[in-house]
């Protein structure tokens, strides 16, 4: 398991990008995994074949995920994280941009494997997504913090296998608290959830680099 304190290896870009590619090979693995229909023998083939590929990676291990070189804060750097990490294949992923003003942007599809109600995405995900997004806004001010709390409006539902676009602001900073807000947006431009955040900096957090 990895520790908050755990050093970090930072990832040179001619070491990403392998580590990136295989990612992409194991979302469209999971992807397959949800929507197969190859009958039981060819699964557990399958499924023996893949764990000796696990077995392969886990030859030469880190102790934590590493981080990537570029970003503007350490959070944004982490290469596993499961919202917009390219090296986690659980993540969408999601590539997040700030604008100048603060605003923070991303577009994305999301696919079966983030099935809530049939057909559309899960409001778990939806949550995981806007929390970065906010959280990333929130950074965007100066320090950033640790979500403390995230209030959701699911006006209508999200589908799946369509471009979405998430956004956010911070709107203002108390002392330690930063408190944002965001949305996501379907293909017709009408938002289907709202999000507000109130982040806040934990007091060791503002002794140490951003
Ligand atoms: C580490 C940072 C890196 C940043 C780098 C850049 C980031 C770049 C992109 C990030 C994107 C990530 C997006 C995903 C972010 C997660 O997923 S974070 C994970 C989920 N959140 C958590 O696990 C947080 C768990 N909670 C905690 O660790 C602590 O409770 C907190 C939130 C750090 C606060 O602890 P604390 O500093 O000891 O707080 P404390 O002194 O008691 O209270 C300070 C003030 O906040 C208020 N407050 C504290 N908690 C709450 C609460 N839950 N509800 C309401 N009010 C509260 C207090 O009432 C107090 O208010 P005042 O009395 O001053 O008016």
Redesign the pocket.
């Known amino acids: 398991m990895s520790g908050a304190m755990t050093e970090r290896h930072t990832l040179g870009e001619d070491e990403a990008a392998p580590l990136a590619g295989l990612a992409a090979r194991v979302r469209e693995l999971i992807e397959a995994a949800v929507l197969t229909d190859v009958g039981r023998d060819e699964a557990r083939a399958v499924a023996d074949e893949i764990a000796a590929l696990t077995e392969r990676l886990r030859a030469v291990r880190r102790d934590a995920p590493p981080f990537l070189v570029t970003g503007a804060?350490?959070?944004?750097r982490q290469a596993g994280n499961p919202v917009s990490g390219p090296l986690n294949p659980v993540a969408p992923p999601v590539d997040l941009d700030a604008t100048a003003d603060g605003i923070v942007r991303g577009e994305f599809t999301l696919n079966d494997v983030y099935e809530g109600p049939p057909s559309y995405v899960h409001g778990g995900v939806s949550a995981m997504v806007l929390?970065?997004a906010l959280?990333?806004a929130a950074?965007q001010t100066g320090?950033?913090?640790?979500?403390?709390?995230l209030e959701l409006r699911y006006r209508r539902p999200t589908p799946l296998g369509m471009p979405l676009t998430v956004e956010a602001k911070a709107s203002r900073v108390e002392?330690?608290?930063i408190y944002a807000s965001g949305t996501i947006t379907g293909p017709d431009g009408r938002v289907t959830v709202e999000a507000t955040a109130?982040f806040?900096?934990?007091?060791n957090?503002l002794v140490q680099e951003?």
Do not use: L, S
């Open positions: 804060h350490r959070i944004d929390d970065q959280g990333m950074a320090v950033g913090g640790m979500t403390a709390t002392g330690r608290k109130m806040v900096t934990p007091q957090f951003r």
